[in-house]
T-cell receptor
């Protein structure tokens, strides 16, 4: 079974530039999560989708971050414009259903904003 | 809101037993999970407790007491490869999956 795929693995951008991350969840998984993990901290939930509907986006900085999951499969997360404090690893995860706490993670995208 | 508290660091020696505690506050409850993350890697699922009691998976066990909003992960026969960060996580009333800040376990020879 293929795992969660994310791209790119690494990205370096200047502040005020924009960046996009892509995630393809495990086939058949209805729930998709985007997390931000700053070095030394736990993953912070940015947005959670159930199919193509949003379950929780309470911690998504909506003035600069956006995410979509068209057709309920793959998803993109965008940051525009980026700030220095956005430097982090962005993790995508999926699970069979919302409420199932066994989530499978991709390898993440390490973003450095300079 | 939801929050989970766990110790930031734990150190133990190879072959020993270590317990990592987690207390939580959630408006709803979808059970308590534990994840392991090695430096530079992605979190991987270890165990899940929906009901009170102990769940055992090889060298790892996890315990939950819903009345105390408390759980722990027990690692036995520690090995060097167990050096990693361990996160407790729970789902709230919306089923959103929230993580604690993590406990960094260092296993010494």
């Amino acid at each position: 079974e293929a795992g969660v795929a994310q791209s790119p693995r690494y990205k370096i951008i200047e502040k005020r530039q924009s960046v996009a991350f892509w995630c393809n969840p495990i086939s058949g998984h209805a729930t998709l999560y985007w997390y931000q993990q700053i070095l030394g901290q736990g993953p912070k939930l940015l947005i959670q989708f159930q199919n193509n509907g949003v379950v929780d986006d309470s911690q998504l900085p909506k003035d600069r971050f956006s995410a979509e999951r068209l057709k309920g499969v793959d998803s993109t997360l965008k940051i525009q414009p980026a700030k220095l404090e956005d430097s982090a690893v962005y993790l995508c995860a999926s699970s069979v259903l919302t409420g199932k706490t066994e989530a499978f993670f991709g390898q993440g995208t390490r973003l450095t904003v300079v | 809101g939801q929050s989970l508290e766990q110790p930031s660091e734990v150190t133990a020696v190879e072959g020993a037993i270590v317990q990592i505690n987690c207390t939580y506050q959630t408006s709803g409850f979808y059970g308590l999970s534990w994840y392991q993350q090695h430096d530079g890697g992605a979190p991987t699922f270890l165990s899940y407790n929906a009901l009170d009691g102990l769940e055992e998976t090889g060298r790892f066990s996890s315990f939950l007491s819903r009345s105390d909003s408390y759980g722990y992960l027990l690692l036995q026969e520690l090995q060097m490869k167990d050096s990693a960060s361990y996160f407790c996580a729970t789902g709230g009333s919306q089923g959103n999956l929230i993580f604690g800040k993590g406990t960094k376990l260092s296993v010494k020879p």
